[in-house]
């Protein structure tokens, strides 16, 4: 089946521009999850929605970032007046948290990487 | 805090032999631990799991890692190492009770020389 996809793939972005990032799930999974990879580092956690309430921001680095999931499935996570600091690969991931099965991997896209200049 | 620990920035391995991945762990209250490869300009595989049950997990590719409490730990291992193995491997933990993020460790490359 289908799993996560992001877009764009790649973003450049001026100083100051705001940007939109966009996540689809794999279908069917309630979880979804946002992280920020930094070149040569491990993912680090940004946001967490279960359908389309938001549990867990305290990952945000600032108050320039937004995240939504109005209808528990797409998920965009938005950026504004981006700064260098922001450069880096965005990654989403969902989960089907079936604690029945022990179901709690989560599933990568394959990211976006934005540049900010 | 909670923390994951990846000691080796990189790990060299000829084809054919043996390969570990080191992993340790910290945090409080029982590990949710997991295992994922990155390729280049990809996002994250998962391999494995370790939730409950043996200590010793099987997952994709061929690769296994064991689970030891009193160490705190969670090696990567594989019998025989492919040279298309070659790849960034992360060591994750969630914590459970509610928390469902996923903290990294920093990523071991490993690299299988023909």
């Known amino acids: 089946g289908a799993g996560v996809s992001q877009s764009p793939r790649y973003k450049v972005a001026k100083r100051g521009q705001d940007v939109a990032l966009r996540c689809d799930p794999i279908s069917g999974h309630v979880s979804l999850f946002w992280y920020q990879q930094a070149l040569g580092q491990g993912p680090e956690f940004l946001t967490y929605f279960q359908n389309e309430a938001q549990l867990d921001k305290s990952g945000l680095p600032s108050d320039r970032f937004f995240a939504e999931r109005p209808e528990g499935s797409v998920s965009t996570l938005k950026i504004q007046r981006t700064q260098q600091e922001d450069s880096a690969v965005y990654l989403c991931?969902?989960?089907?948290?079936?604690?029945?099965?022990?179901?709690?991997?989560?599933?990568f896209g394959p990211g976006t990487r934005l540049t900010v200049t | 805090a909670q923390s994951v620990a990846q000691p080796e920035d990189q790990v060299n391995v000829a084809e054919g032999n043996p390969l570990t991945v080191k992993c340790t762990y910290s945090v409080s209250g029982n590990p949710y631990l997991f295992w994922y490869v990155q390729y280049p300009n990809r996002g994250l595989q998962f391999l494995l799991k370790y939730i409950t049950g043996d200590n010793l997990v099987k997952g994709s590719y061929g690769f296994e890692a064991e689970f030891n409490k009193s160490q705190t730990s969670f090696h990567l291992k594989k019998p025989s190492a492919l040279v298309s193995d070659s790849a960034l491997y992360f060591c994750?933990?969630?914590?459970?009770?509610?928390?469902?993020?996923?903290?990294f460790g920093a990523g071991t490359r490993l690299a299988v020389h023909p």
């Open positions: 994750a933990v969630r914590v459970g009770g509610g928390y469902n993020k996923l903290i």
């Open positions: 991931a969902s989960s089907l948290e079936d604690r029945g099965r022990g179901s709690y991997e989560q599933y």
